[in-house]
Every structure is written in C-alpha cells, then in structure tokens.
C-alpha cells in the first residue's frame, strides 16, 4: 500500500507561482511513476503529467507543458509540482496519484489539494 498526502495549495493571483508537494510513504516508489491530476469544479479530472520514480524522467500534458514542472527527490520519497504563471483556469482541486510503472493504471491517490487562482 502507498498513502500520498499533498500540499501547499492555496489562493494566489494571477501571474504567480506555486508549488506543491506529495509526500508518499507505506512502500518506496522506487517501482512506481507518480502522476498528478486536477478536477476543476464542475469538470472532468485532468491529466497534467508524471514522473518515473526510478530515472526521473517526465511527461506531461500539452494544456500545461512549458508553465509545470514535475520532479522528485527520492531521499524524501516526496514529489512535487511546480506551476508558474498561474491563470484562473487553473483553479482546480489536484490530486498526486501513484502507478506501477509498468501498468497503466494509478492505483493510490491523495486527498487532494485545493489551488485558486484570482485573477
């Protein structure tokens, strides 16, 4: 089992930055991507990108390449996602989320995070 707890959401403006963070624990992610998502009030989830826990290399959505950043630090089994020049577009709960890197399905979520940004 891996629990994943995110935070550092918040209410910010537009045009600012902000980074969360997913802290996993119950099992290393040494096996596993993590992915992060984001469900609009009112809309369906989103996929923004992932990490492969083990190489550290990333993929990511083409609404949201470019502005976020996804990356990891293994030594605090945490990952983050960094998102600059907010928009109010981007007010959404997110969500990180966790898969065994040779399946496709994301197995383990978090409770989620809520981001809005005023503009």
């Known amino acids: 089992q891996v629990q994943l707890v995110e935070s550092g959401g918040g209410l910010v403006q537009a045009g600012d930055s902000l980074r969360l963070s997913c802290a996993a624990s119950?099992?290393?992610?040494?096996?596993?991507?993590m992915g992060w998502f984001r469900r609009p009030s009112g809309k369906e989830r989103e996929f923004l990108g992932s990490i492969r826990w083990d190489i550290g290399s990333t993929f990511y959505a083409d609404s949201v390449k470019g502005r976020f950043t996804i990356s990891r630090d293994h030594t605090k089994n945490t990952g983050y996602l960094q998102m600059n020049n907010l928009k109010p577009e981007d007010t959404a709960v997110y969500y990180c989320?966790?898969?065994?890197?040779?399946?496709?399905?994301?197995?383990?979520w978090g409770q989620g995070t809520q981001v809005t940004v005023s503009s």
């Open positions: 119950g099992r290393t992610l040494s096996n596993y991507r």
């Open positions: 989320t966790a898969a065994n890197r040779l399946g496709p399905t994301y197995e383990y």
